[in-house]
Each structure stands twice: as structure tokens, then as C-alpha cells.
């Protein structure tokens, strides 16, 4: 049998587990879905330096077990498992992980987005110490260092731009001879004189034991191969959101992202959205706990106008 919730909240990582905190110290039932990244991208990540509050940096998994340990503090639950399906024609909403089903009153999904990796074995063990998806994250970290970014988005040149402000040269491998970046970005690497394009190559390998050494690259062309020193490797060849699940049932983008109205309200009443599961321009930290914030705020308010129209509804039956 289900069980019954005011809120429930698809997703671990800062949106999800901010929006616990404000809606548990709402005094609403509040069970979160640890989702399909429990902890979300910060579980990879080593030292955060950005995230207001920690002027010494916080590594990213502690920093995830203090946000959890700050819900359950004001009575969140957290059930682990990923959602399997849902049904939000008709409330109360219900969703499934795996064959047990849960009900809310008001549904906030804050599942995030998932980068897009190479799916190299050396690319996995080296994640977090090297191998960054977030330039904007631990660019800092590779002052007066090279840098590889892959790619040839406008995400990569912005991600090489703002990685000359610390590295000493960033070199762009990408599989094609030209840029798929908009002229003005590909104007702006060009005249870059830190940043140095390779052209029709791929990575094959990424080098090193314990931190990134040097990746391997070959030529799509000719097949040749080369090593590249440098110690860290930026991929910048796009996020996945992470809604699947939510096909049919939410309004999503073309690129699947889920679309929000009056910045935390889906397509259907009730329904709310944080984080980059929405998100395709900031995707930080600070930003996915300032949206599941509003969020929790947003669905705390749909609760009173609901209960509110149900007991005035009430009132008005004659005895």
C-alpha cells in the first residue's frame, strides 16, 4: 500500500536536498528519493571552493552528508532507489521505485543532469583527480598547468576561455577540423594565444596512477597516434538531463530538460522543478540549492492555497 506524503522530492544533490531543509522545517512529511546520482555531480567532486560558507573549501561528498544530515535534523526521510515511474494525471501524484509506490500532495523533481563522459576504464579511475566535467568547479586547481578540454561546443570555448585565466596553455582536441561554436566564441579561442586547437583527433587514454599525467590521442584521419602532457582534462561535450522517467508526463525541452514556468513550476499543478534538471546555463552548486530553495517555498504555497480552497469548498456545502 502506498504511503502517503505532502511532499516528495526526486534527487539527492544540492536542489534536492535544500528543498528538503526548507520544506521539513515547514513541518511538512518530506521523503526524498536519493534519485539516480545519490549525492548528485558533488559526490565526484574533490575540493569545493565556491560554495558560500567554507572560506577553506569543503569536499564535495562532506559537503552532500552535512546538507542530508541538516534535513534529517528536520524530520526529512530518505528512501535509496531510483524512480521507475510516476503518475501525475490525478492526486494524489504517486511514484514507483521498483514495485513500491509512494504519494505526495506536491512533487518537487530535482534529478539533475548527468555530464556526458568519454567511457574510457582510465577516465573513471581518474575522475575527481584530473578529469573534471565543471571547469567552472576546479578550474582553479590547475594554475600554471596545461589543460586538455574536449570538445567543440560553445560550452568547450567558454570552458577554455576560463581556463586560461589559470592554466598555462589549454589545447582543444576535438574530432572535426572546424568548431561547432558560435563565430564569434570560435573568433575569441583563435586569438586566444594560450589556447591551441588539435584538430580530428579523439582521446583514447588517459594517462597516469594517482592524477592525470598526459592523455593519448589519435588522429580520426590518419590513425596516428600521440601523447599529450598536461594534468588535467576538461570534457565539455554536453549534460544529460535526467528525465527519462518524466517523458509524457512533464513538458520537456528538446533536449529533455524539463520546462519551467515562474522558475520552479512544471507543466502540471503541483509539480515543481530545481536544479539542472531544468538547468542548462549555470549548473553550480550555489544556484541548484538557490532553486530548490524556491522550490520547497513554491509547493509549501500550492499546500496552503490547496488546503485552503478544499476547506472554503467545505464551508460551503450546505448541512
Known sequence: MAKEQRVLIVGSGCAGLTAAVYAARANLRTLVVSGIEPGGQLMLTTEVENFPGFPDGVLG?????????????????????????????????????????????????????????????????????????????????????????????????????????????????????????????????????????????????????????GVRIRNVQSGQESVLSCQGIFLAIGHRPNTDVFRGKLELDPEGYIVARNETESSVAGVFVAGDVADRRYRQAVTAAAAGCKAAMDAEKYLEATEFGRLTAQAKVPS
Open 61 to 213: 561528498p562532506d559537503l552532500m552528508d552535512r546538507m542530508r544530515r541538516q534535513a534529517e535534523r528536520f524530520g526529512a526521510e530518505f528512501v535509496d532507489g531510483e524512480v521507475t515511474r510516476i503518475d501525475v494525471s490525478s492526486k494524489p501524484f504517486k511514484l514507483w521505485i521498483g514495485e513500491k509506490s509512494h504519494q505526495a500532495d506536491a512533487l518537487i523533481i530535482a534529478s539533475g543532469a548527468s555530464a556526458k563522459w568519454l567511457g574510457l576504464p582510465s577516465e573513471s579511475k581518474l575522475r575527481g583527480r584530473g578529469v573534471s566535467a565543471c571547469a567552472t568547479c576546479d578550474g582553479a586547481f590547475f594554475r600554471n598547468q596545461d589543460v586538455v578540454v574536449v570538445g567543440g561546443g560553445d560550452a568547450a570555448m567558454e570552458d577554455s576561455l576560463f581556463l586560461t585565466r589559470f592554466a598555462t596553455t589549454v589545447r582543444i582536441v576535438h574530432r572535426r577540423d572546424k568548431l561547432r561554436a558560435s563565430k564569434i566564441m570560435q573568433q575569441r579561442i583563435m586569438t586566444n594565444p594560450k589556447i591551441s586547437p588539435i584538430w580530428n583527433s579523439m582521446v583514447t587514454e588517459i594517462l597516469g596512477d594517482d592524477s592525470v599525467e
